[in-house]
């Protein structure tokens, strides 16, 4: 049975390396794959050249501060990656200074392992990401029926193979969101998989692309983003 975090990718900024371990090995424990960084300027950087499920930032950190790194990326670098924010400051004011920033929950440290899974879950799950098996959702003129596997364009049914349509799903769900190649590898081809290249999600990206007819009027557009991965928007 697959654990709560399988395939979910969190990246941490967090100074404090014990704190850090800690952290991470409970993300991992739960089947997160994690990234910590100490310090502003590497976690920005990370980011920048990769993608993630979720970000967890310590308020009080070297450089920028935790709210300082939120602020960018909500209004400087456009990322609306669900964050949870861990602080010791616990007063209603710097709570909401952190909601305000666009914080999507807070955490109050020293962190309890049972609350962080928990409220790192409620987040991905209010965000759409690791949603139920059997759901059923339209992204018209498409419609992705999780439990059967089906995918349909103007209620006509295309065949996929397995892996095409969990890419389909995976790329839909992140609708707007830059995706890395190591992201999409881990999500549909499981986690540190070695025997899988990045050219693996380029073919299937391509096959894809001709099959739901992307880029040709239905409303979608899948783009290529050079040394960096894909993004599925709509094509207004």
Known sequence: ???????????????????????????????????????????IRTIRRDSFDL??????????SGIEVLRKLRNEMGDNTPVIVATV???????????????????????????????????????????SATE?????????DIRKQLLSLDGEEISLTNKEFEL????????????????????IWGIDNSSVSSRTVDTHVSRLRKKLNLNEGNGWKLTAVYQHGYRIERDD
């Open 1 to 43: 049975m697959d654990t709560i975090g399988s395939g979910l990718r969190v990246a941490i900024l967090e100074d404090d390396p014990d704190q850090s371990a800690i952290v991470s090995l409970w993300l991992k424990d739960a089947g997160y794959s994690v990234n910590a960084q100490p310090k502003s300027t590497g976690f």
């Open 55 to 64: 970000y967890l930032l310590d308020w009080v950190v070297p450089e920028l």
């Open 89 to 131: 400051k616990d007063e209603e004011l710097n709570i909401v200074r952190a909601l305000d920033a666009g914080a999507d929950d807070y955490i109050v440290k020293p962190m309890k392992q049972g609350e962080l899974l928990a409220r790192v879950a409620a987040v991905l799950r209010r965000a759409g990401v690791g949603a």
């Open 136 to 144: 059923t959702f339209d992204v018209s003129p498409y419609t992705l």
């Open 168 to 187: 389909a799903v995976f790329l839909f769900r992140n609708a707007g969101k830059l995706l890395s190649r190591s992201h999409i590898l881990e999500a």
